[in-house]
């Protein structure tokens, strides 16, 4: 079975220093940011995230099941997963529950460390169509999913029982909505979530880039931000193309980051620039716009703050590799320093705040426009790696030169 | 005098016979009590006469694992659902619930395997039939159905081709048949722009001023041989006779529930306004879509799209089979190529001519029917392959027109009018 450290070829990516008892790491350096241990999927995924103890990593995507790494052990288990693609996967901060989410609107709630385990319960048909993000709050008590339906359902972590909504379900099927500003609830379907630091409220964003703001509690709408940068629909198109793909908070809960893509050019390529709006979270008004300064195609999605302030992000591009990008935020757009590596669909940050995960594309050779029929026995899927970026210098273990004598 | 672009076959000559000439021999043959094989054969004339076609073009290549031929249980099917059809045993994608419940009127081929991967070459070799290279522009399938028909005598253009953008008279498309033989294309589908004649201008100042272009024309071609006066004046024929059906686009006259059956997206409306004009006689209609070359983001944009085809296409089958018309007019669905089973770096497809799937319906095809397979996971066919030659040899038998026999005349020179290393697909034919 393959584990992390097998996988190592760089010997300073040493995953043992996520070990409880294994060595810490240095100074958190962003700029000095690389890319570090990965472990190749034979399937594509589409999510990647710490356990908030830091002592597991899951995954899951295309091949329907949810794979689990024990990171002090190293060993790899399973779990059954679902009967179709994994859209969404989120821990609970306490406890040790893992929810995951499908293309078909089931939920399913794990307890995560026992190998093979069945669901602790399933939510079918939990957002009717599919469900694209799942948030936990805070306490650990409810669990916030959205999808296509626009509106966020909140349900009971102890048993999947429904708990609340937040806005009024849609009935248009997804081609056939319209953007209108200033709906109570949101006009498209839901692709991203994130609970505010304070645990009093949270944030949707949809497919048309409207951002909505609400009180867990009472569950009103509080505000809209808007986000619309990140949605395009030009006259000639026939379908909405972007939306918010992702939110990340700063850990005062000052800042919201909302990533995507924008000025997309089709909807065939989906071909767009991808953008991060950074919100002022007191005022709701858009800070900035981050930029990337190398060539890249698709939607950021993922963000994650560092514990300096630094934001990083990382997102598609087409056939060729793209960066995972850092930024300072309130010094300039562009990024102060990039990893180059191939397009990532997700980003979590380990709790010992020195190390991202991202799921990333591997090609394996049978990409491209066909015909390939001359290549049938070789014709096979595309694959992922879980990369590690570690957040400090690479150290060098190169042995020192010997001092020569005078 | 003859143009040397002009069709010498003698089923040619007989299909541009008008409709009344056709029942006048009918009748002859009633009176003098000639033989019942006879008969056959001029109500079978009749039936050609009579054949309609809709093409639909979904263009960049419509993804065949989200419409005809879902796997979700292999490495390269998406996330979404296959149901049931009205066919038992017949499964399509869960998008597709609309088409779900007409299958019985459709065949669907899963196992065309094609050639071209590109776009820029794929959709014209597609739409001409992919013939061999004879050093000649074949024409494109309405041009060459309008040809091999006959124009029927309804006073109305034969080859109208909907499509978003700009219209006109798309003179290309006929390729060696010739000018003329182009489709006049519909913007919008609107109308040409000067079909509403201004009320300034009187029948006698309209009748004279085309007098006058008539006139100009004639002269001009004395010394030429080209086709592009013919098209020039089959265009103004072509706005003429429009504007003597200004009803066919005045779109206040469509009832609100069609309306809202077809959707009011692009597609919903230019293959309603395909109806009416189908219901009026025209003989051959294109109706394009662009944007379907999803290469990114695959998955949602197909969820968007392909809902824009099903309900209009179920729409109209059903209005087709309502108005007993499914069994003079040839429907077809489809793209240039399908859509990889592997799934790239920004969750897109990209271009697949080695399986892929359309949709027939109407005149000659068999119903309830699937053609051909796929392999397991999708990605190749299993069993025969049929490539665009069958395709067309497969159109026009639907449509009575022997393909094996009958040849363009190009110049003195004969030309199959489809591969002739290609046979029919007989399983589609009913």
Known sequence: ?406 | MKRWYECGSAEHALSRRQMLGTLAGTAAVGACGLSSLMQQTVAAEMKKQNRQVIFIWLDGGMSQFESWDPKPDSEFGGPFRSIPTSVPGVHISELMPHSAKLMHHLTVVRSMCTKDPNHSTGVARIQRGDPANRGVNYPYLGAAVTKLLGTPANGLPPYIWIKPGSGGFIYQEAGFLGAKYGALALGEGKPPIHIQRPDTISDADDAARNELRRLANARFRLDRRESEVDAYEQSYDMAMQLMKRKELFDNSRLPAKDIARYGTHPLGRHLLQARVLLEAGVQFIKVTSYHWDTHGDNFNMSQQLVPQVDQPFAALIQDLADRSMLDNVLVVLMSEFGRTPTINSRLGRDHWPDAWSLALAGAGIRRGNIVGQTTKNGAFVDGEGYDVGHLFHTIFSALGINSKKIEYKNNGQPLPIARDDCEPIKLALA
């Not at chain 1, 450290?5 to 300073?12: F, G, S």
């Not at chain 1, 990647?48 to 002090?72: Q, T, Y």
């Not at chain 1, 591009?317 to 990008?325: E, P, R, Y």
């Open chain 1, 1 to 406: 079975m393959p584990t992390l450290l097998a996988a190592a070829k760089d010997p300073t990516d040493v995953l043992d220093d996520l070990k409880p008892a294994g060595p810490k790491a240095t100074v958190l350096d962003p700029a000095k940011a690389h890319l570090g241990k990965t472990i190749k999927n034979e399937r594509q995924l589409i999510r990647a995230r710490f356990s908030p103890d830091g002592l597991h990593l899951a995954a899951a995507g295309l091949d329907k099941i949810i794979h689990v790494w024990e990171l002090e052990t190293e060993k790899k288990h399973t779990l059954p997963g679902h009967v179709t693609w994994v859209s969404a996967l989120v821990f609970n901060p306490k406890g040790k529950q893992l929810f995951t989410a499908d293309f078909q609107g089931n939920i399913r709630a794990w307890d995560y460390v026992k190998p093979d385990s069945q669901p602790l319960f399933t939510i079918t048909g939990a957002d009717r169509q599919i469900t694209r993000a799942l948030a936990v709050s805070n306490d650990g008590a409810l669990l916030l999913s959205g999808g296509d339906d626009g509106v966020v359902r909140a349900w009971s972590t102890k048993d999947g029982k429904p708990a609340k909504e937040f806005g009024t379900a849609l009935t248009t099927p997804v081609w056939q909505r319209v953007f209108k500003a200033g709906e109570a609830g949101h006009c498209g379907g839901i692709y991203a979530l994130a609970v505010h630091p304070d645990g009093k409220s949270f944030v949707s964003g949809d497919q048309f880039g409207v951002a909505k703001h609400w009180e867990i509690a009472s569950g009103k709408l509080v505000r809209d931000l808007d986000a619309r940068l990140l949605y395009t629909r030009k006259e000639d198109f026939i379908a909405d193309v972007g939306g918010v793909r992702c939110f990340a908070f700063d850990a005062k809960g000052e800042r919201l980051a909302a990533g995507g893509l924008s000025k997309a050019e089709s909807n065939a390529f989906c071909p767009g620039t991808p953008a991060v709006l950074v919100f002022d979270w007191t005022t709701g008004k858009a800070l900035t716009e981050l930029k990337l300064t190398v060539k890249s195609d698709g939607p950021i999605n993922g963000l994650r703050y560092l514990s300096d302030g630094t934001l990083a992000g990382f997102g598609e591009h087409q056939s060729a590799a793209t960066v995972c990008a850092f930024w300072k935020p309130a010094d300039k757009p562009e990024p102060f320093h990039t990893v180059s590596a191939q397009s990532a669909t997700d980003l979590d940050l380990h709790p010992d705040g020195q190390r991202l995960v991202s799921p990333l594309f591997v090609a394996n050779g049978s990409g491209g426009n066909g015909a390939r029929e001359k290549f049938k026995d070789k014709y096979v899927q595309n694959a992922s790696q879980i990369a590690l970026i570690n957040l400090f210098a690479k150290v060098d273990t190169k042995p020192a030169k010997p001092v020569k004598k005078a």
